[in-house]
T-cell receptor
Framework: DTEVTQTPKHLVMGMTNKKSLKCEQHMGHRAMYWYKQKAKKPPELMFVYSYEKLSINESVPSRFSPECPNSSLLNLHLHALQPEDSALYLC??????????????FGEGSRLTVL | SQKIEQNSEALNIQEGKTATLTCNYTNYSPAYLQWYRQDPGRGPVFLLLIRENEKEKRKERLKVTFDTTLKQSLFHITASQPADSATYLCALGHSGGYQKVTFGTGTKLQVIP
């Protein structure tokens, strides 16, 4: 069982809806990530938070808005999405420094469908 | 442009044989390279990490090599089993920022009983 929990597992939304994806970890990790994965493609990095501050934004459209309320929680707020945004959204966490930095622990993902 | 390519989109191998997967990269100076396993509809699971100053790493039936001159990593699964069937992803950690991990294209391994 993964120690990174993502909710909801499945989400269907219209292009005018506002919804949020949530991620929680209790491993004491201080780096948290959002990745997007389309079918038969590798995960693509969207955002990285380090010590609750946004450290990497991979030129993601503003209709995706990340938030890190505390060291255990990561949200992805969705607004005015397009059908091409339909994908598996993966949350991950890792240590933020030291020799194990970069070993990512992934959640099971949130499957998003935009109609 | 930067690329991380895994040479085979799919690889079929007989049970008991050694599976060898390849990861090649261009225009990167990675601080480390990782391998992950991903099952359908699930998140990737970390397997092994090898640093730029290391040549080889082992963990049980898994072995990873890293050649920064050739810009290549090889991932071996010895005595392969049907339960090893999955997609395997290599990933590079960038020397400019340890937290930026970029994934390769993936190889779908099928171990045939």
């Amino acid at each position: 069982d993964t120690e990174v929990t993502q909710t909801p597992k499945h989400l269907v939304m219209g292009m005018t809806n506002k919804k949020s994806l949530k991620c929680e970890q209790h491993m004491g990790h201080r780096a948290m990530y959002w990745y997007k994965q389309k079918a038969k493609k590798p995960p693509e990095l969207m955002f990285v938070y380090s010590y609750e501050k946004l450290s990497i934004n991979e030129s993601v459209p503003s209709r995706f808005s990340p938030e890190c309320p505390n060291s255990s929680l990561l949200n992805l707020h969705l607004h005015a999405l397009q059908p091409e945004d339909s994908a598996l959204y993966l949350c991950a966490s890792s240590q933020a420094g030291g020799p194990n930095t970069g070993e990512l622990f992934f959640g099971e993902g949130s499957r998003l469908t935009v109609l | 442009s930067q690329k991380i390519e895994q040479n085979s989109e799919a690889l079929n191998i007989q049970e008991g044989k050694t599976a060898t997967l390849t990861c090649n990269y261009t225009n990167y100076s990675p601080a480390y390279l990782q391998w992950y396993r991903q099952d359908p509809g699930r998140g990737p699971v970390f397997l092994l990490l090898i640093r730029e100053n290391e040549k080889e790493k082992r963990k049980e039936r898994l072995k990873v090599t890293f050649d920064t001159t050739l810009k290549q990593s090889l991932f071996h699964i010895t005595a392969s089993q049907p339960a090893d069937s999955a997609t395997y992803l290599c990933a590079l950690g960038h020397s400019g920022g340890y937290q930026k991990v970029t994934f390769g294209t993936g190889t779908k391994l099928q171990v045939i009983p």
